[in-house]
């Protein structure tokens, strides 16, 4: 369900049904001749269409304006729209404080930029992490009070941290693709891979008139083809079925 048409009566519903809520992240990025800007938003956002029938959840609006870099081109002609991570995490500290004063409670990001080594982190997905438990110690202590944690109803956090029910699930980043997924389909920019998946999942996104072999990273995007990204679609969907699965 798209959070921007839902009614005050179906967010209560969701709320009580403890319904994922799903932030589609991204950027605006050269990725070669042939390929959209908005590759890395529109790969999340179509992903999450594909399942959308078959899972209760509130899709947000996604936001495409993460921090892009110009690692890998300038943005003068290019359409690289890149904004500091810096000015991300007071935007995303807002966002998130928002849900949780709406009552959501199972707060989901998901990503697919520069995630290679999301466990280490890049400046995106970072200011997310970031402003996501900066907002839920703040959003605590401010119900609780000072010492919350240490009060005698949180005597069985660790307990419910194992069965991860505990506040700090309350928002949680993914990257679209794990390290399990990277493993065996290609990972790459504006290659093979994305160039695959953009195929499949979004195909006007596509001009292989255009790709040029100039670029390293956009050679091996010439041998694309939906199939290839029809098997990537199909390790993401079974990967957002998992993270998105009902909480009890």
């Known amino acids: 369900m798209r959070f921007e048409m839902m009614l005050p009566h179906q967010v209560r519903s969701a709320i ?70 810096e000015k991300l995490v007071p935007f995303a500290k807002e966002v998130f404080h928002g849900l949780l004063r709406i009552g959501f409670r199972n707060i989901h990001v998901i990503i697919h930029h520069q995630t290679e080594n999301f466990l280490a982190g890049m400046p995106t997905d970072l200011a997310f992490k970031f402003a996501g438990r900066q907002v839920i110690f703040e959003f605590l202590e401010r119900q609780y009070g000072e010492g919350w944690w240490g009060k005698e109803a949180m005597a069985d956090y660790y307990a419910s941290q194992a069965q991860g029910a505990d506040p700090f699930n309350w928002i949680k980043v993914h990257p679209l693709m794990t390290a399990d ?68």
């Open 16 to 85: 009580a049904a403890n319904w994922p809520v799903v932030l589609p992240l991204g950027v605006l990025e050269y990725h070669g001749e042939h390929l959209a800007l908005g590759l890395d938003t529109l790969v999340v956002v179509k992903s999450l269409e594909s399942i959308e029938a078959e899972i209760d959840m509130v899709i947000l609006p996604p936001f495409p304006y993460g921090a892009a870099s110009y690692a890998v081109e300038p943005p003068e002609g290019s359409g690289t729209l890149q904004v500091n991570a």
């Open 181 to 248: 997924m990277i493993r065996v389909f290609p990972f790459d920019h504006a290659g093979i891979g994305e160039t695959s998946l953009l195929m499949a999942l979004c195909p006007e996104g596509v001009d292989t008139g255009r790709l040029s072999s100039e670029k390293w990273y956009t050679r091996s995007a010439s041998s694309a083809s939906p199939e290839l990204g029809a098997k990537g679609c199909k390790m993401i969907r079974d990967h957002l079925r998992q993270v998105l699965k009902p909480v009890t």
